[in-house]
């Protein structure tokens, strides 16, 4: 199976690239931007569309507005694709929907094993304690360069529980709540260092406080996450599928 990556040159992108040789994959190459180096020894397209046409699944962790380019060139070449870019606004997750249509996508804010199964945690304790006694609260952090906020992980942990206690209708507040006395599930963004990616969920009761806490101490995780799914949509049929498809986790 042919791996192709776009930004190659970004932080995801040379951890992919520097894990699919051992996967038994093969790295067909990648793009980048102008001005940027691409790791040693590794060839470069001169557009998405080329490199689409070169393998049979592009890993994707680039930049939102890429996304429109990218399921274009997908789409029309039958090309796999596995998105983990964040941040994206309903006009290009509609373009995504549109993709897998035509082809496999698999799109997860978080690649990450333990993250697919917090997401799961976080749901299944949101069904289990009564939403008028335990408030539930996300704390993320992440490195100084992060360019979105809240983080894609916790959008998507505020959507699992809200969508477990039948809230779809509950706002996300985001760190300014003054004067706020409402229920909505409130995410604090903490940005600094070199921080990975760190999520905690917090149940909190006037009487108890359940906290599920998850970290990222090396992006290999998320790259090994990204290719476990790239050679998982082989032979799949076009749809929108999630790392809790390609690890088969079921909600607890
Ligand atoms: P980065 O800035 O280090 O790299 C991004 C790369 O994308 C750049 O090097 C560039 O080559 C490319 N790029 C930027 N704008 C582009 C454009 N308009 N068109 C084409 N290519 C473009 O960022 P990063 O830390 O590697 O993160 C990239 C994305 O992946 C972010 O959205 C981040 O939130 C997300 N991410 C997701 C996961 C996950 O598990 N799903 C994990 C880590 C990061």
């Known amino acids: 199976m042919r791996i192709g990556i776009a930004g190659i040159a970004g932080r995801m992108g040379r951890s992919v690239a520097a894990l699919v040789p051992g996967s038994g994959a093969t790295l067909a190459g990648g793009i980048l931007l102008a001005g940027e180096r691409p790791p040693d020894g590794i060839a470069v397209y001169g557009s998405i569309e080329s490199l689409v046409a070169a393998c ?70 949101a069904r289990i304690l009564p939403p008028d006694t335990h408030d539930a609260e996300i704390v993320e952090m992440h490195h100084r360069q992060k360019l979105d906020a809240p983080s894609g992980t916790a959008l998507a942990l505020a959507r699992a529980i809200a969508a477990a206690r039948d809230q779809t209708d509950t706002p996300f507040a985001d760190a300014n709540r003054t004067g706020q006395r409402g229920r909505e599930i409130g995410i604090a963004s903490l940005r600094g260092g070199q921080v990975i990616g760190e999520h905690s969920v917090i149940f909190a009761a006037a009487e108890e406080q359940i906290i599920l806490t998850h970290r990222a101490f090396d992006r290999r995780i998320f790259a090994q996450g990204a290719i476990r799914a790239a050679i998982w949509t082989q032979n799949r049929a076009p749809g929108l599928y999630s790392m809790t498809d390609v690890l088969g986790i079921a909600t607890p």
């Open 56 to 125: 049979d699944v592009l890993i994707d962790f680039t930049h939102p507005s890429a996304v429109p380019d990218h399921a274009a060139a997908c789409a029309a070449t039958s090309t796999a694709w596995v998105l983990g870019t964040t941040g994206l606004d309903p006009a290009e997750q509609r373009d995504v929907n549109h993709a897998a249509d035509r082809v496999p996508v698999v799109q997860a804010a978080n690649f990450s094993p333990g993250v697919t199964l917090l997401l799961a945690l976080a749901a299944a304790a």
